[in-house]
């Protein structure tokens, strides 16, 4: 019954990707109903289901980290579905999951995002002398001039990207949307000279047109590229950690803090209500200082003497923190 519901999820225009997702989601919850002795949908219970979303609160990941809610929540989301379907089939009496109550989802910030020093450091960190290196910077200068997401990033052909107009088309990205964004010119650049120079020698037959390929001659994957971002935000030392969506982050706040509107913003960014994007208007803390330095009367107030002094002692603090004669044995 499973697979005919992917079937009429395929069929309403979910996505290959969404339903791969399903399936990993339902093989944890089959195999945890397989230990509770339950082997058909039809002996699925509204306890059944409390224990269910008992078991992902209180399960932990190897590393001992609990799943966040929005993980639980996103595993909870497509078994509700599901259970509604089968009742509406009438391969089940009723939906044992009408109460079921989902774990609210607030609303959380990136944890940072980079400033233009430090994604500068990022995007020099590939040597562009060799074929990777090449083809890595034009990645990271894609994903870092457009926002867009790693799903979208992946699945680009040659012919999504307009040299002429400085434009790329996303063909079906999140919530199966086609849009138009700007590319700038220096992601342009080094995607023309991936293409003169190192994608010629990467392509197998048949050439299936995705523009970044790996070194196996296939389009790159999800997981390939995030490991790329990975390695290169690494190596940059800068003391943060990310992937795609950093860059994508940081995009959109250097954007706000340079005077860009969020409607513009959310147009770049594909997303569907402007409440998303105003997350951006909470990660500018740069500008909200800046502007509070600048126009809060107290600082205003200060002068030069003062503030001398305030980093003066700022910095005998930081010393004497870092002294081993301080330190508690």
């Known amino acids: ?12 225009q979910y996505s290959e990707q969404t ?47 609990p799943l966040s809610f929005r993980t639980q929540h996103g595993m909870l989301v497509p078994l509700k579905g599901w259970l509604r379907w089968m009742a509406r089939e009438k391969y089940i009496v009723q ?15 990136p944890k940072h995002a980079l400033t233009r020093d430090e994604v500068e450091s990022i995007l020099a960190e590939p040597n562009t002398g060799d074929a990777r290196g090449l083809r890595d910077r034009a990645l990271l200068e894609t994903l870092y001039s457009t926002g867009m997401r790693r799903a979208e990033c992946v699945q680009l052909k040659l012919h999504n990207v307009d040299f002429n107009n400085g434009t790329v088309f996303i063909h079906q990205g999140k919530g199966r949307k086609d849009r138009v964004i700007p590319i700038g010119n220096r992601a342009l650049h080094w995607i023309e000279k991936y293409l003169t120079e190192v994608r010629p020698l990467l392509v197998l037959e048949p050439d299936d047109s995705s523009l970044f390929l790996s070194f196996y001659g296939a389009a790159i994957s999800r997981d390939h590229l995030s490991g790329i971002v990975h390695e290169y935000v690494k190596a940059a030392n800068i003391g943060k950690l990310g992937g795609p969506h950093l860059l994508r982050h940081t995009m959109a706040t250097l954007m706000l803090e340079n005077g860009a509107e969020l409607r513009f913003l959310q147009e770049i960014l594909g997303h569907e209500s402007i409440a998303t994007t105003q997350i951006y208007t909470h990660v500018s803390i740069r500008q909200l200082k800046l502007v509070h330095s600048k126009t809060h009367p107290a600082e205003r107030s200060l002068n030069p003497r003062s503030m001398t002094s305030r980093a003066a002692a700022s910095q005998s603090l930081r010393a004497a923190i870092t002294s081993p004669m301080t330190r508690i044995s």
């Open 1 to 12: 019954m499973l697979e005919l519901h992917f079937e009429a999820l395929l069929v309403k």
């Open 95 to 109: 939906n044992p999951a009408v109460d079921l109550e989902l774990p609210r989802l607030g609303r959380f910030l």
């Open 19 to 65: 339903i791969k997702a399903r399936r990993d989601q339902f093989k944890i919850f089959l195999r945890w109903c397989a230990d509770q002795g339950i082997n058909s949908p039809r002996d699925i219970s509204p306890a059944l289901l409390e224990g269910y979303r008992g078991h992902l609160f209180y399960y932990r990941k190897k590393n001992g980290e």
